[in-house]
């Protein structure tokens, strides 16, 4: 995917709740317990893919995600402990 | 008997499949979750005939919430499993195959949803699937009915897998990975406008203003057409033809006495009153057909237009701030909604929710502060009479309730309150047939629930009348009543049948003579004091019998506080 190669390889993985909406990211770890992340995996939420940040609730409500055609919205809570790299 | 159980993710279309098998039309719907309650048919396939299970949509045989614990036990109890995925989704769907062809159980899987891959530039190869997973793979498009036939056809050679065996968690993807780059190939593809514009309704700055003015557009819909539906149709049928044959037919064989009394009342042709004559076959008739089910009808066909376009998850998104306030999370929004049409399934929703907190919460909410449509068309009937500034007290009070009742319950009730995890599937253009169907069956499920405990519950107010057990009551009850609250004694029968049913009970309270205020703090007694028999039956159900316990005593605690504020706010000492 040409989308990996414009990534710089030293760039920081940050928490997912600092990306604003329309900002993309790849996600590297998911950081919860077994049981959440599976979860999250069996809802498309993989480590290495890629995900968009579609919407952003006030007052520290749920995002809405964009991964591979699908749309998810999750509590800012898990949001917080999902590590990305900004893209 | 064999049985075979039909399994899959949430938003696969496996209900669509399990309609499209077994012929009787069961509802499909958008919401990941709503088929909690699970459905059975029978089918014949080749001569043979087999019981088929539509088991609640799950991500993983790892449970997340009561729904998904139902799915494993139903997996194991099968004989033979159709496994539905979804192909726009491949790679995340096989987690649940490779589980489900893991454990051994013949298994064929369904590709459904096959039209929408070539949509989106997504090739799979299914004979490399099929030879990957060694169990028999088809491509459906449950809508249209294709596929079906094939799938119901390969039935017999469901097998056990010989290539795919049970494994650990990070095993199961990396063969996920695997299996995907053999047989699957992606295209690039744009966002298109059509998906810009659907994501305008879950931004917040567009979205909440949008989600208002749908919820007030329903609202509209609802009683507009409920209300056009009464004046044109019900009314002059009620009015024109039935009363007047009725009333006729009863005095030519009784023209007066008990039996006079109970059938119809004290209606007389040239004085014909449907609400106030209290007869099995006069006002036992005309609550449930004329004054219900016209917004019984409306509501269920704007419900279910909301569900199958696929709006609600988003509207849990926007509420789920909200929400969190009161210990719940967005989701919740479903059994709220469904509450306003009716309790019972309301309080059978609250199952999507994952802790028992959260059940506990919910259902305790909706059947204190959530007025099921019956209600609501009773409350609009008798209150509608003084001006709408009586029926947004009612409204008002209810909402203040709920929400202050919400963060109390967040504080006390112990547990855990996870946060909002929820796929937000794609709009999709409803299907008209589908709508009405599912309109219909709601209705239906109304009528054949409410006419019956209607007229029993006007025939024992008859009874409590001739045997004189309202006067002892009335005396019983006074204190209360009518020092602490300020109703007429005779308001104790209206409360006494709302244990039954609300919406004849709220239709007793007409003949009592009260003012607007009496009026509108019954009405906000009646909907908080305790469920009507049938909810109540649900919730035991539901939460068990010491939550239900701690529920009633909530709930008899609250109305009371309630009604003696209210009395002060409205009427004075």
Redesign the interface.
Known sequence: MELLSDMKPDRKAVPLSTLFPGERGKIISLGHGAGIQRHLRTMGLMEGKIITVIAAQPARGPFVIGVEGTQIAIGRGMVRRILIQKI | MKKISLMG?PNVGKSVVFSRLTGVNVISSNYPGTTVDFTKGNTRIGGEKFELIDVPGT??L?P?SKAEEVALYMLQEGDIVIDVVDA??L??NL??TLEIIGRKKPTIVALNLWDETKH?GIDIDVEKLEKLLDVPVVPTCAIAGEGIKELASKVGDAKPSKTIEPMS?GER?LKIGEIIKEVQVVHHRHHTIWERIA?TT???VT?IPIAILTILLTFLFIIVIGNWIIEHLMDPIFYNYYGPWIVGAVNSFSPEGLLHDILIGKSTVESLDFMQSFGLLTTGLYVPFDMVLPFVITFYFMLSLLEDVGYL?RL???V??GLHKLGL??SAIVPTILGFGCNVPGALATRIMETEKQRFIAATLMAIAVPCMAQSAMIFGILGRYGMKWIIIVYCTLLVLYILLGILLKKIVKGES?????????YRKPDPLTLLKKTWTKAYGFLAEAVPFVILGVFIVNLLYVFGVIDVLSTVFSPVLTTLIGLPEGAIVALIMGFLRKDIAIGMLLPLDMSPQQLTISCIILATYFPCIATFVVMLRELGIRDMLKAAGLMIVISLTVGIIMRLILIGI
Do not use: F, I, M, Q
Not at chain 2, 418 to 426: A, G, Q, R, T
């Open positions: 993710c991500y993983s790892e997340t726009t989704h790679e995340r987690y649940l989106l968690e993807w994501d879950v931004k917040p979205g998850p849990a998104v926007l789920d701030t999370h967005g996870p946060e909002l995890l929820l796929e937000v599937p794609s």
